[in-house]
C-alpha cells in the first residue's frame, strides 16, 4: 500500500483513489497529461463514495458519461501518495476519454462566456478561445486547474452532501 509520502508512478490511463471527508474515497482516471511536465492533468472522477479502497474491478464498468466531475488537477496527490494509484485497466483507450472543450465566464464583462479548447488535448498548452452565448456555455465543464484539495472538497460536496 502506497503511503503518505511515498512516491508512486502514474500515466495518462491510470486509476487512482481521491480521499474524502468522512473516511470514504472516489475514483479517478488521468485522461490526459501536459507535455511539458507531469504536473498538470484531465481527469474523471466518480462516486459513488466508497468506504474502503476500491480495486480495479471496481472500475470495469465506468465510461466518461458516468463521471460527477471532469476537469483540470495538479498531481500533488498523486506524488505525495495521498491518492493512490491503483493502475491501468487492460485495453485502456484515449480516444474513448477524449478531452472537452471547456467553458469560461468573465468575472469582469457580465454575460460575456469564452469556450475554451487545448491543442492536442494537452491540459498544459495555451487554449485557444472563442466567444460564446450563455445557451451554448449550459452543460459545459469549467475551465481552471484545481489543486489536490479543491478536488478532494468538490467531490466530497458531491458525493456526500445531499
Known amino acids: 500500500m502506497t503511503r503518505r509520502g511515498a512516491k508512486q508512478k502514474y500515466r495518462e490511463g491510470d486509476w487512482f483513489t481521491v480521499p474524502l471527508e468522512g473516511g470514504t474515497f472516489a475514483l479517478g482516471l488521468i485522461a490526459r497529461s501536459t507535455k511539458k511536465s507531469h504536473s498538470i492533468f484531465f481527469g474523471y472522477f466518480f462516486g459513488p463514495a466508497r468506504a474502503s479502497i476500491p480495486s480495479l474491478w471496481d472500475v470495469a464498468d465506468l465510461w466518461p458519461a458516468d ?11 498523486l506524488h505525495d501518495g495521498t491518492w493512490r494509484v491503483l493502475g491501468r485497466t487492460p ?8 478531452m472537452p472543450a471547456f467553458v469560461h465566464k468573465d468575472a469582469l464583462v457580465p454575460g460575456r462566456w469564452v469556450l475554451r479548447e487545448y491543442p492536442n488535448e494537452d491540459p498544459g498548452a495555451r487554449p485557444v478561445g472563442r466567444r460564446i452565448g450563455e445557451a451554448e456555455a449550459v452543460g459545459l465543464p469549467r475551465d481552471g486547474l484545481a489543486n489536490a484539495a479543491l478536488v478532494e472538497l468538490r467531490l466530497t460536496r458531491l458525493l456526500t452532501e445531499a
Open 67 to 77: 463521471a460527477v466531475w471532469v476537469g483540470m488537477f495538479g498531481d500533488v496527490g
Open 91 to 98: 485495453g485502456w483507450d484515449r480516444g474513448t476519454w477524449k
